[in-house]
Nanobody
Framework: QVQLVESGGGLVQAGGSLRLSCAASGRTFSMYALGWFRQAPGKEREFVARISWSGVSTNYADSVKGRFTISRDNDKNTAYLQMDSLKPEDTAVYYC???????????????WGQGTQVTVSS
């Protein structure tokens, strides 16, 4: 069982940066792949980035590639999403998720946080 809590969201101007954190409970954190997803109003939840259990492998949605960086610190049971060059279309609730599969589908993840709001103004 893994419990996830996101933080770091907020309001930022276009071109700015935010760093999201995902704090996990449980001793098995390092055994899980982690993903970040987001959901804008009226839209489906979509994949943003993922990182393998070891942190060696990462993958990004085309819409954020080159602007966002996912990382993790297994000693601190925490994952991060560094978001640079933010755009208004990045506005959404951001969720972190943990799962046994290193995938980009929602169904690949068993545990979800409550989400943190990111709003990018133009």
């Amino acid at each position: 069982q893994v419990q996830l809590v996101e933080s770091g969201g907020g309001l930022v101007q276009a071109g700015g940066s935010l760093r999201l954190s995902c704090a996990a409970s449980g001793r098995t954190f390092s055994m899980y792949a982690l993903g970040w997803f987001r959901q804008a109003p009226g839209k489906e939840r979509e994949f943003v980035a993922r990182i393998s259990w070891s942190g060696v492998s990462t993958n990004y949605a085309d819409s954020v590639k080159g602007r966002f960086t996912i990382s993790r610190d297994n000693d601190k049971n925490t994952a991060y999403l560094q978001m640079d060059s933010l755009k208004p279309e990045d506005t959404a609730v951001y969720y972190c998720a943990a799962g046994r599969r290193f995938g980009s589908d929602l169904k690949d993840y068993n545990y979800w946080g409550q989400g943190t709001q990111v709003t990018v103004s133009s």
